[in-house]
């Protein structure tokens, strides 16, 4: 456990960290950092999801297991934004994205990366087949329903060309026409875009630690609810419904490791990048990423 830890997770929550040591000095400053969040969000990003689309063999993943994951999902993320809306009193967008953080975990930034560190490709398969579904589906509806929560004011032609053209978007779609219509990519694009993509991470849990330090950390009821539903009751969800059916056992494993993640930094980029407030999302997602640090290198 202690390996795992010093050697697999603290390496990469290690860049959160430093952006909020930077940020409480001074010595990059909220507006800095919003900037580096804006090109890792709309550049960088892209060019990491891309070639995890493009490249998916989607005959070997176990689309029971994901289903169950998908279920659980979907069943969390309803009662927290009823909950964040209506009893704790947040505004829509900001209920939204609340209960975003407690099923969107940080897969592609944190656990990913994690994974393949721990347990190498083949054995992170299931991690990979989460990676995907959220990248390709969950992502992409709450790019699209953030968008649009956030600009309701927007006429619907002004809205579908936001949509229709932002980056991220462009590149789930093209990846999945490409996969499925089995057409090659030169390997000059894929080197540009894995170049690129490594850089998708590092720089926006910077840029989040940096924009956290701003932050006060006392957990409000909100932030105390958001970060146990996130820790406790998706994880326990997840471990509950995986005992439907049979699959090989590293694939339940996995996805509960998968679960129990800190909440997703997408969250506070959408959050970021449409200006809705960030006081309690932001403190959910830090405190997510330093409790979940013992539970992830136990469950590893």
């Avoid at 009193?89 to 940080?106: D, G, H, K």
Wanted: glycine residues 6%.
């Amino acid at each position: 456990m202690l390996h795992v830890l010093t050697q697999n997770i603290l390496p990469v929550f290690s860049m959160l960290a430093l952006g909020f040591i930077l940020g409480r000095f001074g010595k990059v400053s909220r507006q800095e950092a919003t900037t580096i969040n804006r090109i890792a969000f709309l550049v960088l990003s892209p060019a990491l999801i891309f070639p995890l689309i493009e490249g998916l063999d989607w005959t070997e993943l176990r689309f029971d297991a994901i289903g169950l994951y998908a279920a659980c999902q979907a069943v969390s993320f309803t009662a927290t934004f009823l909950v964040a809306r209506f009893i704790l009193q947040r505004e829509t967008p900001e209920a939204w994205l609340l209960a975003m953080a407690t099923i969107f975990v940080n897969t592609l930034l944190y656990i990913w990366p994690i994974s393949f560190l721990i347990y190498g490709e083949v054995a992170a398969l299931p991690i990979t087949g989460i990676v995907a579904w959220d990248t390709a589906f969950s992502f992409a509806f709450f790019i699209i329903t953030t968008d649009l929560l956030a600009n309701r004011q927007a006429s619907p032609r002004a809205s579908l060309g936001r949509i229709t053209s932002n980056p991220v978007l462009i590149a789930i779609a093209l990846g999945a026409a490409i996969n499925l219509l089995g057409i090659p990519v030169s390997q000059p694009i894929l080197t540009a875009m894995h170049f690129a993509g490594a850089g998708a991470a590092p720089l926006t849990l910077f840029a989040l630690g940096v924009i956290l330090s701003g932050h006060t950390l006392k957990p409000t009821p909100t932030i105390a609810l958001v970060s146990v539903l996130k820790l406790v009751v998706f994880p326990v969800m997840v471990w509950a419904a995986l005992h439907l059916g049979n699959r090989p056992p590293h694939w339940n494993t996995l996805l509960v490791l998968a679960a129990a993640g800190p909440s997703g930094a997408m969250a506070f980029s959408l959050a970021v990048l449409h200006g809705i407030r960030t006081d309690q999302i932001a403190p959910v997602i830090i405190w997510t990423s330093t409790l979940s640090l013992l539970s992830l290198a136990w469950l590893a």
